[in-house]
Structure formats: C-alpha cells, structure tokens
C-alpha cells in the first residue's frame, strides 16, 4: 500500500527554521514529481514547492521563494522541506504529496497521493 508520512512540524517563533520530513512507502517515489502543499485555517489548500524526477527541476511559491528549500533523497524514499526565516503567515498544515508524472506540476489535482499533514506554527 502506497503511504506518504510526514514529520518535523512543530510550534517556533517568527525567524526560526523547522525542517519537514517526508517518508514514502512502495513505488510512492519512483519516477514521479512530489510537492508540499499547504493549508491555513479558513484557506484553501495551496502549492509550497515542487520537485521533478529525480530531483532536476524545482519550483517555489513566491511567497517562499528564498526562505524555503526542497530536496529529495530517492534511495531513500525521502523528501525534506527545510523552512528559514519563518513568518506567521507560514502557520498552516503541511503535506507531502506524490504526482504521476516525473515532470513538476502545480495544481492540487495532479497530485494523487497524500501523506495526512503535519502542522507547522509560526508565533510572532
């Protein structure tokens, strides 16, 4: 059974960094594009960062974009979302997901698996 499971969230203050771990099982991260997304309270669920197969293209949200860091380890089965110079606004729960396609994509519906979130809070 294909499982994507998500660690590292937590509670820091306003310019700390956390870093989000994201383990997948079976064939989750074989020859496919993976992305964190995320959701804050009253919001829709919105794209963080991206990264192709195997790891080549990147892709980030302006509103991380030189803050955030995505990589992937795929002998590992792993993903990790380092987060710097965190804000308030980045409060939200985070996930992992999985593509189907190696090349990046954006939208939530290309997206076909999904870890159950881990929540990340930013005090100021």
């Known amino acids: 059974q294909v499982q994507l499971v998500e660690s590292g969230g937590g509670l820091v203050q306003a310019g700390g960094s956390l870093r989000l771990s994201c383990a997948g099982s079976?064939?989750?991260?074989?020859?496919?594009?993976m992305g964190w997304f995320r959701q804050a309270p009253g919001k829709e669920r919105e794209i963080v960062a991206a990264?192709?197969?195997?790891?080549?293209?990147?892709y980030y949200a302006d509103s991380v974009k030189g803050r955030f860091a995505i990589s992937r380890d795929n002998t590992k089965n792993t993903m990790w979302l380092q987060m710097n110079s965190l804000k308030p606004e980045d409060t939200a729960v985070y996930y992992c997901?999985?593509?189907?396609?190696?090349?990046?994509?954006?939208?939530?519906?290309?997206?076909?698996?999904w870890g159950q979130g881990t929540q990340v809070t930013v005090s100021s």
């Open positions: 990264i192709s197969w195997p790891g080549t293209n990147k």
């Open positions: 997901a999985a593509s189907s396609v190696a090349n990046i994509r954006t939208m939530e519906g290309n997206y076909n698996y």
């Open positions: 079976g064939r989750t991260f074989s020859s496919v594009a």
